[in-house]
């Protein structure tokens, strides 16, 4: 049952990738189906989605802050030097967001749960 369990563990933290095919919302609801389904019947996979998902709600809240700051600088003339910031800000953020989730994939394709940095903890582990 290991296996199969560390199977729908990697899923999870790569299922997040969806969001890269242009599907709105998927780095979170991809992972919460998988973590969903399984959380009931193996407690390692529900760890790891519970982990995966509050990393991407925390990703997304960091990414609509930075998206929000972006409309507020275009309306604000005088905030005008904060565009660049703002724009690498965003990519900086979308970048570590693919390598953590291919990292915790890798991770957790060896039976060993990612501590993914910067994520708020909205579901408790």
């Known amino acids: 049952m290991e296996k199969v369990d560390r199977v729908w563990e990697t899923g999870c933290h790569l299922s997040p990738l969806a969001l890269l095919i242009g599907v709105p919302v998927a780095n979170v609801i991809a992972p919460l189906i998988i973590w969903l389904i399984r959380k009931k019947t193996s407690p390692s996979t529900d760890m790891h989605g519970r982990a995966v998902i509050n990393f991407q709600l925390?990703?997304?809240?960091?990414?609509?802050?930075?998206?929000?700051?972006?409309?507020?600088?275009?309306?604000?003339?005088?905030?005008?030097?904060?565009?660049?910031?703002i724009g690498i800000g965003m990519r900086t953020w979308a970048y570590l967001n693919i390598f953590y989730i291919i990292r915790a994939g890798y991770e957790s394709a060896q039976g060993k749960l990612y501590p993914y940095p910067f994520s708020i903890r909205f579901i408790s582990q």
Do not use: D, Q
């Open 58 to 85: 925390t990703m997304t809240l960091y990414f609509a802050i930075l998206f929000l700051l972006s409309i507020l600088e275009g309306k604000v003339s005088n905030l005008g030097f904060l565009s660049v910031p």
